[in-house]
């Protein structure tokens, strides 16, 4: 059966979208972490830039998120197999460091807000 369904089609569609997502919502963080590496090594800071890229790495991600539980929930194939959970480790990983990603983005955006209120943001002590 080569022609596909149209719920096959449109979730393979999908499914394109949001890996293009991923990759420029990696690029998006990475360009971030560039220029906040290079703020804080040469104490020059470009607030506007770092602000603007800092929002469309977030609206590119609040997308991929959506687009991930889309997938997740209501295209994602149903288990065939009792051993579903092994056979799909790679699924399982990325749901884990994109978990993982969200949970760590909170104390990320803490700091910003306390480094933009003027106080002093460390790791230690």
Not at 33 to 38: L, S
Not at 76 to 101: C, E, M, V
Request: proline share 2%.
């Amino acid at each position: 059966t080569y022609l596909k369904s149209a719920f096959e089609r449109k979730s393979m569609i999908i499914k394109k979208i949001n890996a293009i997502l991923t990759w420029l919502a990696t690029i998006l963080v990475l360009s971030h972490a560039g220029t906040m590496m290079y703020s804080l090594t040469t104490g020059i800071y470009h607030k506007s830039l770092n602000a603007r890229l800092a929002h469309i790495t977030a609206i590119v991600m609040g997308l991929h998120v959506l687009l991930t539980i889309i997938v997740i929930a209501c295209l994602h194939d149903k288990p065939q197999k009792p051993r579903y959970l092994k056979a799909n480790w790679r699924t399982w990983l990325q749901r884990f460091s994109g978990t993982a990603i969200l949970l760590f983005l909170i104390p990320h955006i803490f700091s910003l807000k306390q480094f933009f209120e003027g106080n002093l943001v460390s790791i230690c002590c």
